[in-house]
């Protein structure tokens, strides 16, 4: 049983350029949800993709975006990178949006903003 | 708004028991969540609590849930090399899937 994963785990850009990282959701999931952990803190949630469609988000600038696939895959887009960019993206796959469903973590993809 | 709070380090003996605590604000979270993650790593879900429970125990691992207080904490028994690592507390607001997450606990295990 596959867990979740994402590619790639490790990506250098620079300023102003454009990332889009991938994630494929643990089997049975049909929900996946994006984070950006910080150094040294704890992850912030960017936003939820189900059924193809952005359900929540949080506190963060339209140059973050999303596309969720029909095989629930999903990519996250960060316009117009910034050096604050840099982070360790985290995807977390779940099933359903009811509400506190429990989210699985892949391993992440460590962006570095130069 | 929300916010979710936990100590910085925790430094214990190999053998000992680990305590890691957390405190929240939003009361409404139907789960509490405690993860953990390895240098370089992804998060690992270690173990989840209903709000409707008091505590929970899986093997080693030991929840505590003071709702009154707003209080989470994680206990290890016997705590081993390989559980250092920092460890997060997480709750979800109110009827959505947005987790909040603590700073995260970084425990060190000595020999």
């Known amino acids: 049983d596959a867990g979740v994963t994402q590619s790639p785990t490790h990506l250098i850009k620079t300023r102003g350029q454009q990332v889009t990282l991938r994630c494929s959701p643990k089997?049975?999931?049909?929900?996946v949800s994006w984070y950006q952990q910080a150094l040294g803190q704890g992850p912030q949630f960017i936003f939820q993709y189900y059924e193809e469609e952005e359900r929540q988000r949080g506190n963060f600038p339209d140059r973050f975006s999303g596309h969720q696939f029909p095989n629930y895959s999903s990519e996250l887009n960060v316009n117009a990178l910034l050096l604050g960019d840099s982070a360790l993206y985290l995807c977390?796959?779940?099933?359903?949006?009811?509400?506190?469903?429990?989210?699985?973590f892949g391993p992440g993809t460590r962006l570095l903003v130069l | 708004g929300e916010d979710v709070e936990q100590s910085l380090f925790l430094s214990v003996r190999e053998g000992d028991s680990s305590v890691i605590n957390c405190t929240y604000t939003?009361?409404?979270?139907?789960?509490l969540y405690w993860y953990k993650q390895e240098p370089g790593a992804g998060l690992q879900l270690l173990t989840y609590i209903f709000s409707n429970m008091d505590m929970k125990q899986d093997q080693r691992l030991t929840v505590l849930l003071n709702k009154k207080d707003k209080h989470l904490s994680l206990r290890i028994a016997d705590t081993q090399t390989g559980d250092s690592a920092i460890y997060f507390c997480?709750?979800?607001?109110?009827?959505?899937?947005?987790?909040?997450f603590g700073t995260g606990t970084r425990l060190q295990v000595f020999p």
């Open positions: 997480a709750g979800p607001l109110y009827n959505t899937d947005k987790l909040i």
């Open positions: 939003d009361s409404s979270s139907t789960y």
């Open positions: 977390a796959s779940s099933f359903g949006t009811s509400g506190g469903q429990t989210q699985y």
């Open positions: 089997s049975g999931h049909d929900t």
